[in-house]
């Protein structure tokens, strides 16, 4: 006896043990904190991107979304989605034992289950707080969690929450990403056709697609219109309206299904990349940062177009219209390597006044390749590095009109030599500093480097903000050092600004969720050399575009400037060109170094996609003209007024 006693009381114990748990483990699993959900700080708040007119490029983060009010959501909206999910919401409790019982019936004739028994609140809490896992305790945690959040909220607040929270397809969370994503409109107008199509996408986001199945997402649409008007949501009069009218996708937008706007990609990534770096992933993800940046989203798209319309010309026959120096390019290519090749280009645009990059295109496709040709690429620059050779010089006082030998050379070292060449294979005898870099002549500026010492074009080089390896020997005169396009039109900035270089700056501002600035930057110039010097510079630059290699720039019909830059064999093919407002540099070759023929230069390949880009972008701006500083040595002025004279004399105006 006293051992069935004992096995009693065991069991009981147990039992009182077991349910002691089960019931302490229920409550700690179901003690939730409900306070966020209505302000909406529960959510993830993905970062939000800016661009420099503080309009929205870019939202980055694992979910994207925006909460609105109950008030700011369309009557249709809420009548629809209870119309497909839940319609008597407002006379039940949180659990409706008919609609269970109601779904047990169907699911039961059909033999499978059809039909869902969980109301809205049900839902909610399972969005909120539960896996999908189908098990006997989590059914009783969503029931518990389900009475509980009913004492604290509302119904309209629970309704809120549920179309804030759900996810409607195309990376739209809640109702006003979805509202802006296939209509482009706000939650508070959507009309009922539009309601009853999102609220049919509830159910099965991929499967109603609209943009990938649309005769599905009307199948949708229609069942939840014949649900309004079934369950008396809307009139006969609406329903034959709603279902005889047609409904209208905006285009899709991949600010909305990736995240961002595909012109303004290699710049959000660059951005993207400096938020993880200094704040980690989880706060860029979810930490509900604002950031605001410096891009011209109107100028990033001329970009976009230019790079696109450059690779097309050189790659395929499309455009019969293109000049011939770009023909021949493109039929070297074409033949070499066939149509769509995967040529690539960069470009970077920024206001040399400020610092402030405008737009950056790293490459012909992000979706096809991610990598950064503007910001991540070494490129060996070619002649587009001989300007700081020619600063050098200038600064060890040389000028403009100094001659320097343009003849055969060798240069010895143990029992190696190097003879450097130009590009025609031709030799000009004693030329002008000036001519030497208008005409990109090899052997001038090699003969010029020198004598100006190979270290002081490095120190010259490290001031302008390259920071990259740079080679100990004559080469570099004609560009065998690799840099980022960034860091070199970094440098041209200083060349624009008559030596004051800008901190680049892609970032204006950070706001923190709470509305709180944590990172600000404005505009910092520093002195790198004088202004005569850059005065002078500038000058012997537009000698380039008005009578040198970059002579296709004349096409731009503004005072600009610039270098041409090509590597050996064509594999690298640069154009840094400037007008006093705009500092822009263009790359273009292969990924793999293969060569781009022999008509490629920076001229042929680069200079057509910076005319193109500059074109478009200057729309608007004013034409001014570099001006004279207000302080020069007596010698510029000579040399200047001197070039003036001589343009006239060309002109017939003067004899």
Request: aromatic fraction near 12%; charge should be positive.
């Amino acid at each position: 006896m006293k051992k069935i006693l004992l096995i009693v009381f065991l069991l009981f114990f147990l039992g009182f043990v077991g349910v002691s748990s089960f019931v302490i483990s229920l409550y700690i699993d179901t003690n939730k904190d409900f306070k966020n959900l209505v302000n909406g700080n529960f959510y993830p708040q993905p970062t939000k991107v800016y661009d420099s007119n503080n309009h929205l490029i870019a939202i980055l983060g694992s979910q994207k979304r925006k909460v609105v009010s109950y008030n700011k959501i369309s009557i249709n909206m809420k009548k629809a989605i209870m119309a497909a999910e839940d319609s008597r919401f407002f006379q039940h409790g949180p659990v409706s034992f008919r609609s269970i019982i109601r779904a047990a019936f169907e699911d039961l004739i059909h033999g499978k289950v059809v039909q869902g028994g969980s109301t809205l609140t049900q839902q909610l809490i399972k969005n909120l707080y539960l896996t999908p896992q189908k098990t006997l305790y989590r059914k009783l945690k969503e029931a518990v969690l389900s009475y509980k959040i009913s004492k604290y909220l509302t119904k309209q607040q629970i309704l809120a929450l549920y179309l804030n929270t759900v996810y409607f397809g195309n990376g739209a969370y809640g109702i006003d990403m979805a509202s802006k994503s296939y209509f482009d409109e706000p939650p508070s107008k959507l009309t009922i056709l539009q309601s009853a199509m999102l609220a049919g996408l509830v159910q099965a986001p991929s499967l109603y697609d609209p943009y990938v199945n649309p005769s599905l997402a009307q199948k949708r649409t229609v069942y939840v219109i014949n649900r309004m008007y079934i369950d008396k949501f809307i009139s006969k009069k609406q329903y034959y309206d709603a279902i005889h009218s047609k409904i209208m996708l905006r285009k899709r937008d991949s600010l909305f299904t990736n995240g961002y706007k595909q012109y303004t990609a290699y710049f959000v990534q660059h951005i993207k990349n400096w938020l993880i770096k200094h704040y980690g992933q989880a706060i860029v993800n979810d930490g509900g940062l604002k950031v605001y940046t410096t891009l011209n989203e109107k100028m990033q798209k001329d970009a976009y177009v230019a790079v696109k319309n450059g690779i097309l010309n050189l790659t395929t026959k499309g455009n019969k219209n293109v000049p011939y120096y770009i023909k021949y390019a493109r039929n070297w290519l074409i033949n070499k390597y066939g149509q769509n090749s995967r040529l690539q280009a960069a470009l970077i645009s920024i206001d040399p006044k400020t610092g402030y990059v405008e737009a950056l295109i790293g490459g012909y496709s992000y979706r096809k390749s991610q990598f950064d040709r503007a910001t991540q690429a070494l490129r060996q620059t070619g002649s587009a590095f001989k300007p700081i050779v020619y600063l050098t010089a200038l600064e060890e006082g040389f000028t403009p009109m100094d001659k320097i030998e343009d003849e055969p050379i060798t240069f010895s070292w143990g029992d190696k030599s190097w003879s450097p060449q130009n590009y025609t294979y031709k030799f000009r005898g004693p030329i002008t500093l000036e001519y030497a870099l208008a005409h990109s002549v090899n052997v001038a500026a090699v003969r010029l480097l020198d004598k100006v010492g190979i270290e002081n074009a490095k120190i010259n080089a490290r001031k302008l903000g390259i920071t990259e390896k740079i080679p100990n020997n004559l080469t570099i005169a004609l560009g065998s050092a690799s840099i980022t396009l960034e860091q070199l039109a970094h440098a041209y900035c200083s060349f624009d600004d008559y030596g004051e270089l800008p901190k680049l700056i892609f970032i204006r501002k950070i706001v923190n969720k709470d509305n709180n600035v944590i990172y600000s930057t404005k505009p910092d110039l520093k002195r790198v050399f004088p202004s005569s010097i850059g005065f002078v510079l500038t000058k012997m630059l537009q000698s380039v575009v008005k009578e040198g290699t970059g002579v296709y720039a004349l096409a731009l019909n503004r005072p600009a400037a610039g270098k041409t830059g090509t590597s050996n064999h064509g594999r690298d093919n640069w154009f840094m060109g400037f007008t006093p407002q705009l500092v822009t540099g263009v790359w273009v070759g292969y990924d793999n170094y293969r060569p781009c023929g022999p008509y490629a230069v920076g001229a042929t390949m680069a200079l057509p996609i910076w005319l193109n880009y500059m074109k478009n972008a200057l729309i608007g701006q004013p034409l001014v003209d570099f001006q004279l500083p207000s302080k020069l040595p007596n010698w510029v002025y000579k040399w200047y007024f001197a070039s003036i004279q001589e343009k006239y004399k060309k002109l017939g105006y003067l004899k």
